[in-house]
């Protein structure tokens, strides 16, 4: 687990103003209207074995062209991308002689990393290669490449040149080296300021080499003591680091000059900041920084994990980067900036910010009350309140400032305070009569000596007195007010005032001399936010920070609208509320701070269906801690257009526009590796065939907010759009098809820009069975074998077709004859019967013919069933239908309606007429005598109708089953007509 501090957990920094001869300054390119924040106000972070690495002595430090950081180690050397470090201890890979590495050194020109070790390993790094070099038997503490491109490595057995393609060179005590223990290196090119040189810092003095004579000429204005450390600066003086303290050559000069003063310590590493002045890292110290006025210090006591520095870097970026004994160490001006008790805050826990008319910031915290005594920018720095007894250890939950300085300060226990000058002048609390001592809110109302007060116990408007409080007005449930208990008091511009509690938020109508009519405000009618804790009026709208994250209504209109996590916030609770100059929208909570783009904002309030885009801000960011608190007020801009914020670790500052400007700049991914089935593979090698997992692994290598960034990948050729992978470092895809492939991947701060695209391209090999040819040759026998198989089948199909064809034809047949035909009579069916029906209704109806349909039923059924059975029953019904079919025309239907019934259609036939027929069929019917049941005396129910113009054929029917059971009714053996 990475381990966060910053330079705010020690004890202040000590600031030193170095008195210098009206003549002298400090050889440094800083200008003397540079400024610098102090080194305790940068945000400090620290690695050591715990978080990956595999020793906590950081020897040397060095950056790459790709952005790698390389550190030279006791246990070998190691890379280390922002993320994660990755540690090249095996010596068969490296190919040191042992695993620990004393140097570390980038060659430009050839983009080699150089190491070098014990028992004289030199390795060079270079697209996954190492190449050895050994060069004795003793520790290789350094090395160079001069101006020629040679380089060079200090031993403790002297210097040794290696020139490639020639045998290493060996200097001694014999080439004019002091002696023969040599530490470092340092070449300079030929320029207007110096000649090309190559220095050799010993165990006693600096000598450089003279070409002329192949030799080492020791340097007389430099002390023979030990050197540790040598550097230019960007104003070209050369500076240098020995036990006895600094001495500089400025340009053009021939001798090194003393350092105007003399160093508290031994001075181990030398660096140059952005500002242009010295970072100098000690024994026992830590790391100090000289300026041209200043000088100032960071130690244990500061955070770093141990005061003895090995080697200080300036990345790319202008990060700071320390080694020392008890790991890596991180500087960098951070966007955000806490301020602690070490820098002169009474207490830690703050509750309040806010500003006085001189733009100083003001500080409440459990413990008491602190106020800026800079007015600096960049130093500053606070001192506590200690005038008055009550101030020591007071609990403030509330700061305001009104007229002439005057402070009002509301606290926990106290009640409310007056100061002047940093003193109590006067207090109001349950001791003078007042119903609370828990003062929440404090609102000076704007040229008038009225105060609002927000208690446990109501709100009231007091006016203040030279030395004493007078109560005016209180107000509560009584009055009104949805709860007693009051949390923030926001007044808008229309001089309403918007009173918030636990659980209720009440609206103050504003009437005349500074008198308001409280009506309560139905939250749930808008939102599931209970708890209102701060809010702020801006642009024409009253904005509300509450437990269910953010509501927001514009005076003109009652249109309230509710931001929360459902809009994508990534937490509820949210704090404090505010907005920079830009009109961005800062949301501060128990989890980090939030900020809104006004663009986003606006597009998000047009459109609620929209998911909100936002920065989030933690410790990662330069904070102490992300966890902010409630107060009065926990958020307030300053003079500098600077927020600051309460939180539960010290006073937090930010720049709006450092945030704007730094969430544009995004690094561009390196690809790291490419791993398959069969482990890491290079880029121009084919991906086997049979490979089922191809992974890709890749880093932005920035080292600013490494855990922040943002990452999409896509692999054409299989993805169809932009991946977003979140802060995840690997992306893996399977089965994969043979084919080309590109990988990209681009990486973006929250809400910043996507950063350039970084490819890959790569090839995975397909089987024989894969491969073109094999796929033509393939569908060729493919196509003849299927033209074959069709030719066979459709001959045997043909040959099938015509025998089916035949069956159809004979089932079909008798399927029709079946399906029309009722199969005991072999009259028609009632299905059969429908269709005819239905036919001669709309040739009635278009020829306009008479049509006439009867129903027959054979009277006492049953009775024939019950004495004959069902054999007879069936007799009777054969005999019946012969009848029927005898006695009516060819052109009239007769069908068998169901059971004992028939029916029988009398197309172009009037109802009189049918009537006559029926009649002949009744009587034939009644005289009919059946063979076998000669007692069976048989008589017939008929009804008969004629259809009518308005009639369906349905309707034609009705009426005939109407007519027949009026015929049974009737005594059955009868004719009814309808």
């Known amino acids: 687990m990475h381990f966060w501090r910053y330079g705010l957990l020690g004890t202040f920094a000590i600031f030193s103003t170095i008195a210098l001869a009206a003549a002298e300054s400090l050889p440094l390119n800083q200008s003397p209207e540079t400024s610098s924040i102090p080194l305790n106000q940068y945000a400090l972070r620290s690695w050591n074995t715990r978080d990956g690495l595999p020793h906590n002595s950081i020897n040397r430090i060095t950056q790459s ?471 702020t009026f801006h642009n024409g709208r009253i904005w509300f920070a509450t437990d269910h994250g953010m509501l927001t209504r514009s005076l003109k209109t009652n249109d309230w609208q509710w931001l929360s996590r459902r809009d994508g916030l990534p937490f509820d609770k949210t704090f404090t509320i505010n907005f920079d100059a830009a009109d961005n929208l800062w949301l501060g909570g128990a989890r980090g701070i939030l900020r809104v783009a006004k663009a986003d904002l606006e597009r998000w309030m047009i459109d609620n269906r929209l998911t909100i885009q936002y920065q989030l801000f933690t410790e990662v960011d330069g904070m102490v801690s992300r966890q902010l608190t409630t107060g009065g007020p926990a958020s307030v801009v300053d003079k500098n257009g600077h927020l600051w914020f309460a939180s539960a670790l010290g006073a937090v500052k930010v720049d709006p526009e450092a945030v704007d400007k730094y969430s544009r700049s995004s690094p561009a991914p390196v690809i790291e590796s490419i791993i398959t089935d069969e482990g890491e593979i290079d880029v121009e090698r084919l991906i086997s065939a049979d490979n089922t997992r191809t992974e890709f692994r890749y880093v932005a290598l920035g080292y600013h907010m490494p855990e922040a960034l943002q990452y999409q990948v896509r692999l054409v050729g299989y993805d169809s759009h932009w991946i977003d992978r979140g802060n995840q470092l690997e992306t893996a895809y399977t089965a994969l098809a043979p084919g080309e492939y590109t990988f990209m991947v681009r990486s973006r701060y929250p809400g910043g820009e996507w950063s350039p695209v970084t490819a890959v391209t790569l090839n995975k090999s397909a089987y024989f069975y894969q491969k073109p040819w094999f796929w033509f040759i393939f569908s060729l026998v493919v196509i003849l074998l299927v033209s074959l198989a069709i030719h066979l089948r459709i001959r045997s199909l043909q040959h099938t077709k015509r025998r089916l064809q035949r069956l159809v034809q004979k089932k079909t047949q008798e399927l029709e004859a079946m399906a029309l035909q009722d199969t005991l009579t072999g009259l028609a069916n009632r299905r059969s019967f429908d269709q005819q029906l239905d036919h001669e209704v709309q040739n009635s109806r278009r020829y306009n013919t008479p049509l006439s349909v009867a129903l027959i039923d054979i009277d006492y059924f049953k009775q024939i069933n019950d004495t004959y059975l069902h054999t007879g029953g069936d007799v009777v019904l054969k005999q019946v239908a012969e009848l029927l079919q005898q006695l009516v025309r060819e052109v009239d239907g007769v069908a068998r309606w169901g059971g004992e019934e028939f029916a029988i259609i009398f197309p172009q036939t009037m109802l009189a007429d049918a009537v006559l027929v029926l009649e002949r069929i009744r009587v034939a019917i009644e005289n009919l005598r059946v063979e076998n049941f000669e007692e069976a005396r048989i008589t017939v129910s008929i009804g008969v109708t004629e259809l009518t113009k308005e009639e369906s054929s349905a309707e034609l029917l009705k009426n005939a089953d109407r007519a027949l059971y009026t015929a049974k009714e009737q005594g059955r053996n009868r004719i009814v007509t309808v």
């Open 65 to 535: 062209h790709e952005g790698y950081l390389w550190l030279a180690t006791w246990e070998g050397p190691v890379r280390y991308n922002g993320r994660s470090f990755r540690i090249y201890d095996d010596t068969t890979v490296t190919k040191m002689r042992e695993a620990g590495a004393l140097s570390v050194d980038y060659d430009e020109s050839s983009q080699e990393i150089v190491f070098s070790g014990p028992r004289g390993s030199v390795v060079t790094y270079r697209n996954n290669n190492w190449t050895p070099e050994i060069i004795g038997e003793n520790f290789v503490f350094d090395t160079v490449v001069d101006y020629n491109e040679v380089r060079w490595a200090a031993t403790a057995k002297g210097v040794y040149r290696l020139k490639e393609g020639e045998e290493p060179v060996h200097y001694t005590e014999r080439n004019g080296l002091p002696t023969d223990f040599t530490f470092r290196l340092f070449a300079v090119s030929q320029s207007e300021s110096h000649d090309a040189r190559l220095y050799v810092g010993t165990r006693r003095g600096v000598a450089y080499y003279d070409e002329k004579t192949d030799s080492f000429i020791a340097i007389k204005s430099i002390t023979q003591a030990q050197v540790r450390a040598l550097t230019m600066l960007s104003n070209d003086t050369i500076v240098v680091a020995n036990d006895d303290g600094l001495f500089y050559l400025p340009p053009q000069a021939s001798d090194f000059i003393p350092w105007p003063y003399a160093m508290k310590d031994r001075v181990t590493a030398l660096s140059e900041t952005s500002e242009g002045c010295l970072l100098i890292g000690t024994f026992t110290r830590g790391v100090g920084r000289l300026c041209q006025h200043s000088e100032d210090w960071l130690s244990i006591e500061n955070g770093l994990p141990n005061s003895h520095v090995l080697d200080i870097y300036r990345d790319n970026d202008g990060t700071i980067w320390i080694g020392t004994h008890g790991g890596l160490v991180q500087l960098r001006k951070a966007l955000f900036r806490s301020f602690t008790p070490h820098h002169g805050l009474k207490g830690a826990y703050v509750r309040s910010v806010n500003t006085d008319s001189m733009g100083r910031v003001w500080v409440g915290t459990n413990d008491g009350i602190s106020r800026q005594t800079t007015t600096s920018n960049d130093w500053i720095a606070f001192e506590a309140l200690k005038s008055d007894p009550k101030l020591s250890a007071l609990s403030v939950l509330s700061l305001a400032h009104g007229k002439d300085d005057i402070v009002y300060v509301g606290s926990y226990t106290e009640g409310l305070l007056q100061l002047i000058d940093g003193k109590i002048t006067a207090q109001l609390s349950r001791e003078q009569g007042f119903a609370s001592n828990e003062i929440r809110v404090v609102l000076p109302l704007e040229q008038t000596d009225l105060l609002l007060v927000g208690t446990a116990r109501g709100l009231y408007l007091v006016r203040t007195k030279s030395g004493a409080f007078e109560v005016v007005r209180h107000y509560t449930t009584a009055d009104g007010m949805a709860a007693d208990f009051v949390s923030s008091v926001t007044m808008d511009s229309e001089g309403a005032l918007w009173v918030s509690s636990t659980l209720s938020l009440t609206y103050f109508k504003p009437l005349e001399d500074h008198n308001w009519q409280p009506e309560p405000v139905e939250l749930a009618s808008f939102t599931g936010a209970s708890n209102i804790f701060s809010g």
